[in-house]
């Protein structure tokens, strides 16, 4: 069984830093693109980050200076480093799976998600 598993959310105050970490289970991480995605209340779901089975990563152009995602193949775990954080990053964070020709964090690639880890950015 197919099965994504976010964590590492919380409530922080604004200029920290969080690590979200997904683990994976049910298939190999290996040929699969991993994305980051978020969504805040009443807002669409938005691409963060994404990276390919050969290591290539790329970042949503208002998301790469603060953002940093990263993967294990061996043990089935995609990251997201998350540094100086706002109010504006408040959202709900999802891992999500993929088989696509370029690896880019676009939700309609994905064809498996988490249920997602809340973030609350207070300032």
């Known amino acids: 069984q197919v099965q994504l598993s976010e964590s590492g959310g919380g409530s922080v105050q604004a200029g920290e830093s969080l690590r979200l970490s997904c683990v994976i289970s049910?298939?190999?991480?290996?040929?699969?693109?991993m994305g980051w995605f978020r969504q805040g209340s009443g807002e669409e779901r938005e691409g963060i980050a994404a990276?390919?089975?050969?290591?290539?990563?790329n970042y949503a152009e208002s998301m790469m200076d603060r953002f940093s995602i990263s993967r294990d193949n061996a043990k089935n775990i995609l990251l997201l480093q998350m540094n100086n954080l706002t109010p504006q990053d408040t959202a709900r964070y999802y891992c999500?799976?993929?088989?696509?020709?370029?690896?880019?964090?676009?939700?309609?690639?994905?064809?498996?998600w988490g249920e997602g880890t809340p973030v609350n950015i207070s300032s």
């Open positions: 049910g298939f190999s991480l290996r040929p699969y693109c």
């Open positions: 999500a799976a993929g088989i696509v020709g370029r690896c880019v964090p676009v939700a309609a690639g994905m064809d498996y």
């Open positions: 990276v390919g089975g050969d290591g290539s990563v």
